[in-house]
């Protein structure tokens, strides 16, 4: 059993930054992906960028050119930098690992069985 435990999550105006971390309890595998995923009161959860244990990364296009993911394999560790936030990243995100099962890493929920429990990010206007 894995247990994510993510970090790093505030309130920060338009054009602010933030840096997500979630540390793993255990070691992640080599088959498996690693993602972060946000959810806005009101709506569904959604996949914002993936990336397997050999760094292939890949996020969706309302972020593309402001999030990056990253990870320290060494430290169990998963990371997103948020830059130029905007009010509508507003949202509750969350990390998660799944076993890859395609060429690339999914961004949808149902890819993913170990989930930590959220932190709230929060850009005001």
């Known amino acids: 059993q894995v247990q994510l435990v993510e970090s790093g999550g505030g309130s920060v105006q338009a054009g602010g930054s933030l840096r997500l971390s979630c540390v793993a309890s255990?070691?992640?595998?080599?088959?498996?992906?690693m993602g972060w995923f946000r959810q806005a009161p009101g709506k569904g959860r959604e996949g914002v960028a993936t990336?397997?244990?050999?760094?292939?990364?890949r996020n969706i296009d309302s972020v593309k050119g402001r999030f990056t993911i990253s990870q320290d394999n060494a430290k169990n560790t998963l990371y997103l930098q948020m830059n130029n936030l905007k009010p509508e990243d507003t949202a509750m995100y969350y990390c998660?690992?799944?076993?890859?099962?395609?060429?690339?890493?999914?961004?949808?929920?149902?890819?993913?069985?170990?989930w930590g429990q959220g932190t709230q990010v929060t850009v005001s206007s």
């Open positions: 255990a070691m992640i595998y080599s088959g498996y992906c």
């Open positions: 990336i397997d244990r050999y760094g292939s990364a």
């Open positions: 998660a690992a799944g076993p890859r099962s395609g060429l690339q890493c999914s961004l949808f929920v149902s890819g993913y069985n170990y």
